[in-house]
């Protein structure tokens, strides 16, 4: 069974610092997926990272894929109260589903 | 497009009731899903069909749930019978391929009292 642990499980910040979540597995994915899910809402996808050492920036948003494939990592620069939310990543090994981590849970405080 | 649609967005039932979840995926899309997500377990997915035929269902915890597709444009996951530890929010998603973006919906929360 493919895990994926994420950490930290809560983070709570103020406006305007940065920080960095992590996705870790002792699993090799073909690639990996970081979403965002709203209260109420479903899960969303924000980016997928496939090639093992690749940086992907959306926006303040940077992911990066592990060299090995099997860890990733989001940094937030400058947060705003809109970054929070659940922030998720996903897996995809050999199969069609999706083994996803139990997500970050990330508050920004004005 | 109206994107993945649920129903209901909430249930309240009672232990040894049945539930049927419902799912309307995007049009055109070949493969829909369902996850259960818990504090405890976070998101699991039970089962997903490919052109309306079960291709995986080894995430279905126990026998009392059974999941359809009679059609390209519905699902149904049934509870029968529910007990309290069912209670989560499940999601339905679907996606054009298999290994493209996968959109989920809005969910529908179970609580079994």
């Known amino acids: 069974t493919q895990l994926l642990e994420q950490s930290p499980q809560f983070l709570s910040i103020q406006e305007g610092e940065n920080l960095t979540v992590y996705c870790n597995s002792s699993s090799v994915f073909s690639s990996l997926q970081w979403y965002r899910q709203e209260p109420g809402e479903g899960p969303v996808l924000l980016v997928t990272?496939?090639?093992?050492?690749e940086v992907k920036k959306l926006k303040r948003l940077t992911f990066q894929f592990g060299d090995a494939r099997k860890d990733s990592s989001l940094h937030i620069t400058a947060a705003q109260t809109g970054d929070t939310g659940l922030y998720l990543c996903?897996?995809?090994?050999?199969?069609?589903?999706?083994?996803f981590g139990k997500g970050t849970h990330l508050i920004i405080q004005p | 497009d109206a994107g993945v649609i649920q129903s209901p967005r909430h249930e309240v039932t009672e232990m040894g009731q049945e539930v049927t979840l419902r799912c309307k995926p995007i049009?055109?899309?070949?493969?829909l899903f369902w996850y259960r997500q818990t504090m405890m377990r976070g998101l699991e997915l039970l089962i997903y069909?490919?052109?309306?035929?079960?291709?995986?269902d080894s995430g279905m915890p126990e026998d009392r749930f059974s999941a359809k597709m009679p059609n390209a444009s519905f699902s149904t996951l049934k509870i029968q019978p529910s007990e309290p530890r069912d209670s989560a929010v499940y999601f339905c998603a679907s996606s054009l391929l298999p290994k493209n973006i996968q959109y989920f919906g809005a969910g529908t929360r179970l609580s079994v009292l």
């Open positions: 996903a897996g995809r090994g050999g199969a069609d589903g999706l083994t």
């Open positions: 069909f490919n052109n309306n035929v079960p291709i995986d």
């Open positions: 049009s055109g899309h070949d493969y």
């Open positions: 990272v496939v090639t093992g050492g």
